[in-house]
C-alpha cells in the first residue's frame, strides 16, 4: 500500500484543496479519513476544505477561465493528451489505489483508469470537431450560423463507485470546451481526488496554461450545497441517487444554472424462449456482482419467459456458488467487499423485504464472517410490482421474475422510475429490433444479446424519467458544456426584415 502512495506523491495526510497545481491547507481543518473497505484501516487523510479556501478556488477559477476561453480548442486538446500520456504511466497505481479505497477488483480498478484514457483520446480528436452549422438566411445577402461558447466554471460532484471514470468523462471534455473545473469528490473516496489531481498538475507543470483544473472535499456536504447554490458555478453535473439528483437539480435550476444529473438505475435484462444462455449468463453474473453491485448500470432484474425460467434460475444459483469473494487485490477475486456498513445493512434488508413479500431468496445475502464489508451476492424471485423491486437497492441482490410475453416483459421493464440501462437475450432479429423500436425499452441504454454495463466511452452515457436525462462521455455529448449562439450577418446594403416585414420610418 505504501509503495502505491508513494508513487501517486500521497502522503499520511493530503492538502485537499487544489487550484491547478498549488494548494490550500488550512491545518485547523477537520480530516477525512480514506478507509479500505477490505480491512476498516485507515489508508491515509485528507485535508477538508474551509468555507474561506472554498471561496478563494470559485473566485481563482472564474478569473482563469477569462484566459483559458481565449486558449485555442487545439491547444486545449494538448493539454489532455499530455494528461492521458500521464495517466498511462500511472495507470497500475491509479487503478490499485482505485481497488484499495472503494473496494472493485484490480482488473475493475485498471478498467476504470483505461476508461479515462480513453476519454482523454476522445477529448482530443474532439478539440477540432467543435462544430457549429451553416443555414441558409430567408433575407437576400445575409449569412447566418451557429457556433458554441464555453459555459465557464463546470461544477462536477461525482459518485464514490466510480471515483476517477466519471470525472474524467465531465472534465476531459469540458475543458477543451473552454471551460474550467472544478471537483468535488466523493469523501469515500477523497484518496483518488487527489491522487487525480496530482497526476494531472504533473502532466500540465512547465505548459504555461492558466489553472483548469481545481479541486475541493467536504466531509460533511455543507460545501457542497454551497457549491450547487453558487451562481459562480455555470454548470454543476452531479452523478448519486435520485433522491438527491432531484434536490440538486432544483437547486440549480432555481437560479437558472445548467444541470447534467446522471442518477439512479434499476436495470433488466430480458432473456426471451430464444436466448442463447451462454452469452446471456455470463453477462447477467457480470453485471449483477461487478464492483459488488454498485453500479448505476448494474443489472438488478432478469425477466425471464416462464419457459426458461427454472433453466435460469439453476444455472445462475450455480454460477453464484462460484464467485470468488475476497481481496480486490488478488487476481482470483470476482467480487471485493462493499463501501461501508450502512451498503451491507441494504443488501441484508433487501433480503428481509424479498421474503415478507412471499418472495423467495435462493442464495446469498448473508454476511462473511471476517473484517471487512463482505456478504455473498445474492438471487431472489420476487414480482415486478413490489417496493423492494421497484427500489435500487445499491448492492449485489438480483431478481428473477417471469413473463409470458415479450410485450410484459418489455411494460416490466419500463415499469420503474429509473430508466438508465437495460438489454436483451435473443436470437430472434424481429424480437430485438422491436425491442430496440419505439414499442421497446425506454432507456438511455438498450443493448441485445450484451449486458446493462460496460458502456464504451464512445457513445453518449444516460438514461431517461428519474435517472435525470443527462449525457456524458461521446457522441454530442460536449455541447452539455457550452452554449449555443445562433449568428447573422448582413453583408448588403440595406436591411430587409425577416418575414418580409416593412418598417419605414
Same mark, same amino acid.
Request: proline share 4%; glycine share 10%; no cysteine.
Given at each position: 500500500m505504501q509503495s502505491i502512495l508513494k508513487q501517486l506523491g500521497l502522503g499520511a495526510v493530503n492538502p485537499g484543496t487544489w487550484h491547478g497545481a498549488a494548494s490550500y491547507e488550512d491545518s485547523s481543518a477537520p480530516l477525512i479519513e480514506s478507509v479500505n473497505p477490505t480491512t476498516g484501516d485507515v489508508i491515509a487523510s485528507v485535508r477538508s476544505t474551509t468555507p474561506a479556501e472554498y471561496?478563494?478556488?470559485?473566485?481563482? #477559477?472564474? =478569473?482563469?477561465?477569462?484566459?483559458?476561453?481565449?486558449?485555442?480548442?487545439?491547444?486545449?486538446?494538448?493539454?489532455?493528451?499530455?494528461?492521458?500520456? #500521464?495517466?498511462?504511466?500511472?495507470? $497500475? #497505481?491509479?487503478?490499485?489505489?482505485?481497488?484499495?479505497?472503494?473496494?472493485?477488483?484490480?482488473?475493475?480498478?485498471?478498467? =476504470?483508469?483505461? =476508461?479515462?484514457? $480513453?476519454?482523454?483520446?476522445? #477529448?482530443?480528436?474532439?478539440?477540432?470537431?467543435?462544430?457549429?452549422?451553416?443555414?441558409?438566411? =430567408?433575407?437576400?445577402?445575409?449569412?447566418?450560423?451557429?457556433?458554441?461558447?464555453?459555459?465557464?466554471?463546470?461544477?462536477t460532484i461525482s459518485a464514490f463507485n466510480f471515483p476517477v471514470a466519471v470525472y474524467s468523462w465531465n472534465a476531459l471534455i469540458a475543458a477543451i470546451c473552454g471551460n474550467v473545473i472544478v471537483w468535488k469528490p466523493s469523501p469515500k473516496t477523497a484518496l483518488c481526488g487527489v491522487a487525480v489531481q496530482k497526476i494531472i498538475n504533473e502532466a500540465l507543470a512547465g505548459e504555461d496554461l492558466p489553472p483548469v483544473f481545481f479541486l475541493f472535499n467536504d466531509g460533511s456536504n455543507q460545501l457542497a450545497q454551497t457549491f450547487v447554490e453558487d451562481e459562480r458555478v455555470n454548470l454543476v453535473s452531479f452523478t448519486g441517487s435520485c433522491a438527491v439528483g432531484k434536490k440538486v437539480g432544483e437547486r440549480v435550476s432555481a437560479r437558472m444554472g445548467k444541470v447534467l444529473l446522471e442518477l439512479g438505475g434499476n436495470n433488466a435484462i430480458i432473456v426471451d424462449e430464444e436466448a442463447n444462455l451462454d452469452l446471456a449468463v455470463p453477462s447477467i453474473v457480470f453485471g449483477s456482482v461487478g464492483t459488488a453491485g454498485q453500479r448505476c448500470t448494474t443489472t438488478r432484474r432478469v425477466l425471464v419467459h416462464e419457459s426458461r425460467f427454472d433453466e435460469l434460475k439453476n444455472v445462475l444459483v450455480n454460477a453464484y456458488s462460484q464467485v470468488r469473494i475476497g481481496d480486490p487485490l488478488d487476481p482470483e477475486t470476482l467480487m471485493g467487499p462493499l463501501i461501508d456498513e450502512s451498503a451491507i445493512e441494504r443488501v441484508e434488508a433487501a433480503c428481509t423485504a424479498v421474503r415478507e413479500a412471499g418472495g423467495e431468496v435462493l442464495c446469498g445475502g448473508e454476511r462473511l464472517d471476517r473484517s471487512g464489508n463482505f456478504i455473498t451476492p445474492a438471487i431472489a424471485v420476487a414480482q415486478n410490482d413490489w417496493d423492494i423491486v421497484q427500489t435500487e437497492t445499491f448492492g449485489p441482490i438480483l431478481y428473477l421474475i417471469p413473463y409470458s410475453s415479450l410485450d410484459e416483459a418489455i411494460a416490466m421493464q419500463n415499469g420503474v422510475v429509473q430508466g438508465l440501462s437495460s438489454a436483451i437475450f435473443t436470437d430472434n432479429l424481429q424480437k430485438a429490433e422491436y425491442f430496440l423500436s419505439h414499442s421497446g425499452s425506454d432507456c438511455g441504454i438498450a443493448n441485445v444479446n450484451i449486458g446493462t454495463s460496460g458502456a464504451e466511452i464512445g457513445g453518449a452515457f444516460g438514461g431517461e424519467k428519474e435517472t435525470g436525462g443527462g449525457r456524458e462521455a461521446g457522441s454530442d455529448a460536449w455541447q452539455a458544456y457550452m452554449r449555443r449562439q445562433t449568428n447573422t450577418i448582413n453583408w448588403s446594403t440595406e436591411l430587409p426584415l425577416a418575414q418580409g416585414i416593412s418598417f419605414d420610418l
Open positions: 471561496d478563494a478556488l470559485i473566485r481563482e #477559477a472564474r =478569473e482563469s477561465f477569462m484566459t483559458w476561453r481565449m486558449t485555442p480548442a487545439p491547444i486545449r486538446g494538448n493539454a489532455v493528451r499530455l494528461i492521458g500520456n #500521464a495517466l498511462r504511466d500511472n495507470k $497500475d #497505481a491509479l487503478g490499485s489505489l482505485v481497488t484499495l479505497e472503494m473496494g472493485k477488483i484490480k482488473a475493475e480498478g485498471d478498467g =476504470e483508469v483505461q =476508461e479515462m484514457i $480513453d476519454i482523454a483520446d476522445f #477529448a482530443v480528436g474532439q478539440s477540432r470537431m467543435l462544430y457549429g452549422k451553416t443555414m441558409h438566411s =430567408e433575407r437576400p445577402l445575409h449569412r447566418m450560423y451557429e457556433q458554441w461558447h464555453p459555459l465557464g466554471v463546470v461544477g
